[in-house]
Nanobody, 123 residues
């Protein structure tokens, strides 16, 4: 089993920044892919970014150039640096981990999920 705990959410104004963290524990050696998803009220869950165990990163188009995903393998921590935030970035953000040997911004490919951290961006 893998446990994921997110932190770092909050409320900021348009143009502000936040850094989300996700602490992983348990059988972390099994993780091939780690990612961030978000879900706004009344909308489906959207893949934001992922990073593979080899360091490959992928972002959804709406956050390219503004968000950066990274990981500290020694501390088993995943990060999402979010800059130039917009009101449309407002959502609950979830950390996810996948053990399959395929990685994509599709929630069904991820096996473990955190409880989420709220990000609110006001105009």
């Amino acid at each position: 089993q893998v446990q994921l705990v997110e932190s770092g959410g909050g409320s900021v104004q348009t143009g502000g920044s936040l850094r989300l963290s996700c602490a992983a524990s348990g059988y972390t050696y099994r993780m091939f892919c780690m990612g961030w998803f978000r879900q706004a009220p009344g909308k489906g869950r959207e893949g934001v970014a992922y990073i593979t165990s080899t360091g490959t990163t992928i972002y959804t188009d709406s956050v390219k150039g503004r968000f950066t995903i990274s990981q500290d393998n020694r501390e088993n921590t995943l990060f999402l640096q979010m800059n130039s935030l917009k009101p449309e970035d407002t959502a609950m953000y979830y950390c996810a981990a996948g053990i399959r040997d395929i990685c994509a911004l599709r929630s069904e490919l991820f096996n473990y999920w955190g409880q989420g951290t709220q990000v609110t961006v006001s105009s």
